[in-house]
Nanobody, 129 residues
Framework: EVQLVESGGGLVQPGGSLRLSCAGT????????IGWFRQAPGEEREGVAC????????YYADSLEGRFTISRDYAKNMVYLQMNSLKPEDTAVYYC??????????????????????WGKGTLVTVSS
């Protein structure tokens, strides 16, 4: 059974940090690009950061202003999203997705989200004092 499972969400104060994890099982994780997407209340889901499986290429949404870092551990079949200097507007459900597409920018920005190969169920991040 294919699974993508997110973890690491929670409540954090503005300015704080969180690290989200995405674990993939049931498929050849190394062959897939992985992306983090988020959906805030009342908003459409948007691509936050994506990382390709080959050449370790990354893409970040401009709105992040360099505060987030995506990384992957091939040995553990894990992808991480380190989030620093969190702001209330970062509050959202964060999802990870896997796709055979080998272009991080296309995955995060251009590819229709309904066409992604696999999705996790999401983890809630709340930034509030």
């Amino acid at each position: 059974e294919v699974q993508l499972v997110e973890s690491g969400g929670g409540l954090v104060q503005p300015g704080g940090s969180l690290r989200l994890s995405c674990a993939g099982t049931g498929f050849t994780f190394d062959d897939y690009s992985i992306g983090w997407f988020r959906q805030a209340p009342g908003e459409e889901r948007e691509g936050v950061a994506c990382i390709s499986s080959t050449y370790y290429r990354t893409y970040y949404a401009d709105s992040l202003e360099g505060r987030f870092t995506i990384s992957r551990d091939y040995a553990k079949n894990m992808v991480y999203l380190q989030m620093n200097s969190l702001k209330p507007e970062d509050t959202a459900v964060y999802y990870c997705a896997a796709d055979k597409l080998q272009n991080a920018h296309t995955m995060c920005v251009l590819k229709p989200q309904n066409d992604m190969n696999y999705w996790g169920k999401g983890t809630l991040v709340t930034v509030s004092s």
